[in-house]
């Protein structure tokens, strides 16, 4: 299945409650929540009190995105915030797999990113432990950044080693997508699909609509 995440970086702040309602009644099944440290990547973005807070407001599945250093650390504060899926990265820890296994501990889906300078080849100890693979298609650290096109490259590697084990895992890509390259991403292989600028810039609940649209066609 599809999924559209639309990522509330991009979301007018003062308007959070409205922007997520309104991506929700667009039909976006799930939230991205990018959380940065200032450490794993150059910006600070916000976390728990923050998650906690929208949590009360929606029942969408909140996928949250760790750009984060030793995310072991915070798994469970994360849980109890409301995260449905925590996302870290593979660069960020030297335990992938106590990671895994401790978001898996609470009941909670867990997955696993990489960075545009990342071989596929890395995440091959982790395809069969993990319900989601992330393939950043951008430099994870800020929203609003051009597609890096070697990634259609890297999103079919993935597919296909998922494929070769026999593994229906979910494939998601963050970062650049737009209208006009949101088949191309799923043509590849990916089947969620993170948009921040292009769902909040403007018409939140038109975007969402029209990317939705689009994943389905
Ligand atoms: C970047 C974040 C993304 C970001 C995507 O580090 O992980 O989720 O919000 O933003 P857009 O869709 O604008 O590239
Ligand atoms: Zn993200």
Do not use: W
Request: net charge negative.
């Amino acid at each position: 299945m599809n999924i559209l995440s639309p990522s509330i970086l991009a979301a007018d702040f003062k308007n959070l409650g409205q922007q997520i309602a309104d991506v929700d009644a667009a039909g976006a099944p799930y939230l991205h929540v990018d959380v940065m440290d200032g450490t794993f990547v150059p910006s600070i973005s916000f976390g728990m009190p923050v998650i906690k807070s929208i949590r009360s407001a929606s029942d969408m599945v909140f996928d949250v995105h760790l750009m984060i250093v030793d995310p072991i650390r915070y798994i469970e504060e994360f849980v109890k915030s409301g995260a449905d899926i925590i996302t870290f990265h593979l660069e960020a820890t030297d335990e992938p797999q106590a990671v895994i296994d401790k978001i898996h501990s609470f009941g909670k889906k867990a997955g696993i990113s990489i960075k545009p300078g990342t071989p596929v080849e890395a995440l091959e100890p982790y395809l069969d432990k993990v319900d989601m693979i992330l393939v950043m298609t951008v430099e994870p650290g800020f929203g609003g950044q051009p597609f890096i096109e070697s990634s259609y490259d890297k999103i079919k590697a993935t597919r296909k080693m998922l494929n070769d084990r026999g593994l229906d895992t979910d494939v998601q890509v963050d970062g650049g997508i737009t209208k006009d390259n949101i088949k191309k991403v799923i043509a590849a292989g990916a089947n969620v699909i993170v948009a921040g600028s292009s769902v909040f810039r403007g018409d939140a609940r038109e975007n969402a609509k029209e990317l939705i649209k689009l994943m389905e066609a």
